[in-house]
């Protein structure tokens, strides 16, 4: 986590991500039958981290060793000063003097790591090929539909605050890019964190949206199983396979 010249939190001033409760955007989660149950019978649901889903002890549609990660490239005949500025990652990895300039510069894959957030990660469709994927690979065999997002995630909010002190910051889109070549500096995307993009174009087509919180701790985040009964109040059955 960023601290500040006084050791505090550093405050997120990204991107405001809103909360969209509107008829056209579902909130749909794959997951195994035996922890949609757990979720209706005790209201137990986990929250992840971004670190740990770059761990390869999650099945290979969940681990993602570029989560959280920005692969950033970009080939440019001339770089100015202003240039380097507008460009808050670029910005990070070079300084040069006010009115200066580099030409001839390229830059191959070079990662930029987002800070650590809990995360909980849904879709905004439903299609019967994507769910095949997920039963095949990693055993989800229900989707179910959270109905209140907006109650359904202050309420996890309460309880993540009794455990260790967090800020939701809301509910975003995720954005995808092409790893293999890396995004480009100045790519409009790149002004979005980086738990709002990934590099995965494999599963573009999934419409991932995930509610996002920050930790108001210095010290390490790790997944974290909560318990509210009420949540299940506010999530139903989809389909199964």
């Known amino acids: 986590m ?10 997120y001033h990204g991107v405001i991500i809103p909360y969209n409760t509107g008829s056209q955007l579902k909130y749909l989660k794959y997951t195994e039958k035996k922890h949609f149950d757990s979720l209706i019978e005790n209201g137990s649901i986990k929250i992840g981290t971004l670190k740990n889903y770059r761990s390869s002890e999650h099945g290979t549609m969940v681990s993602d060793s570029m989560e959280g990660v920005k692969s950033l490239a970009g080939t440019y005949k001339e770089l100015t000063s202003s240039g380097i500025k507008a460009s808050q990652s670029l910005s990070s990895f070079i300084h040069i003097g006010e009115g200066g300039s580099l030409r001839d510069v390229s830059f191959s894959r070079m990662k930029f790591y987002g800070e650590n957030y809990f995360i909980f990660s849904m879709s905004s469709i439903y299609r019967e090929t994507d ?30 605050n009794e455990l260790v002190p967090v800020k ?74």
Not at 2 to 11: C, E, L, M, W
């Open 131 to 160: 769910h095949k994927a997920w039963k095949e690979k990693e055993n989800y065999d229900i989707c179910y539909r959270i109905n209140a997002p907006r109650t359904f995630f202050e309420k996890i909010t309460q309880k993540l």
């Open 2 to 11: 960023r601290k500040t010249a006084h050791g505090k939190i550093a405050p």
């Open 168 to 241: 939701l910051l809301g509910v975003c889109k995720i954005h995808y890019y092409n790893e293999n070549t890396g995004m480009d500096f100045f790519d409009p995307k790149n002004s979005y964190p980086a738990f709002m993009l990934k590099g995965c174009t494999g599963f573009a087509e999934q419409k991932e949206i995930r509610a996002v919180w920050q930790p108001n701790t210095l010290k390490d985040i790790e997944p974290i199983i909560i318990n509210d009964t009420r949540l299940s109040t506010h999530v139903e059955y989809h389909r199964s396979l």
